[in-house]
Antibody
């Protein structure tokens, strides 16, 4: 069964870069029917899609975060990553990585990791 | 961008009740809609995709319907473990979007 696990600092200073990695186990990151996504949930708010990355490196981004977000993939380690530059308190959230089946849904999720941006 | 509007935002119900949550899309998305359940401290869990197809392992009391711009998630007989927040999401086109969520609480 596929498992995803987020890792990275739980505390980031305001104006610095937030960086997270998702490690995929129990399956290959190089599948052709899916891509890999990041979703976040700020406190007391709903889910927000950040972006997706395909194993070839192709990306799609939420327009609201496009200028600050970068997604990348490392197929040799079965990992994909998110960096979010110029972090502010508004970026404080639980961040999830997930597998996205094209045209369908996010069918496998990591447990989530809380990132707090402090001033 | 495709906006998804869920109603109600908050729902209070009792064990055994039948409840329906609706999701309205700002433009037609055929049957490209998924539903998720999220409990406190847990990751979202996929319940339904393609508007009405139940994900493996999801109890049959959950069902989805709709196409175009109007969709619904129905729980036929609420169980204690169903009290959670529910989200719809459209995979029709980028940017991917979620509804604002419906919080289902015990009456």
């Amino acid at each position: 069964q596929m498992q995803l696990l987020e890792s990275g600092p739980g505390l980031v200073k305001s104006s610095e870069t937030l960086s997270l990695t998702c490690t995929v186990s129990g399956g290959s990151i190089t599948g052709t029917s899916y891509s890999w996504g990041w979703i976040r949930r700020p406190p007391e708010m709903g889910l927000e899609w950040i972006g997706n990355v395909y194993y070839t490196g192709g990306t799609e981004y939420n327009p609201a975060l496009r200028s600050r977000a970068t997604l990348s993939v490392d197929t040799s380690r079965n990992q994909f990553s998110l960096t979010l530059s110029s972090a502010t308190a508004a970026d404080t959230a639980v961040y999830y990585c997930a597998r996205y089946m094209f045209g369908s849904s996010f069918d496998s999720w990591g447990q989530g990791t809380l990132v707090t941006v402090s001033s | 961008d495709i906006q998804l509007t869920q109603s109600p935002s908050f729902l209070s119900a009792s064990v055994g009740d039948r409840v329906t949550i609706t999701c309205r899309a700002s433009q037609g998305i055929s049957n490209y809609l998924a539903w998720y359940q999220q409990k406190p401290g847990k990751a979202p869990k996929l319940l339904i995709y393609a508007a009405s197809t139940l994900q493996g392992g999801v109890p049959s009391r959950f069902s989805g319907s709709g196409s175009g711009t109007e969709f619904s998630l129905t729980i036929s007989s609420l169980q204690p473990e169903d009290f959670a927040t529910y989200y719809c999401q459209q995979p029709h086109s980028y940017p991917l979007t979620f509804g604002q969520g419906t919080r289902l609480e015990i009456k």
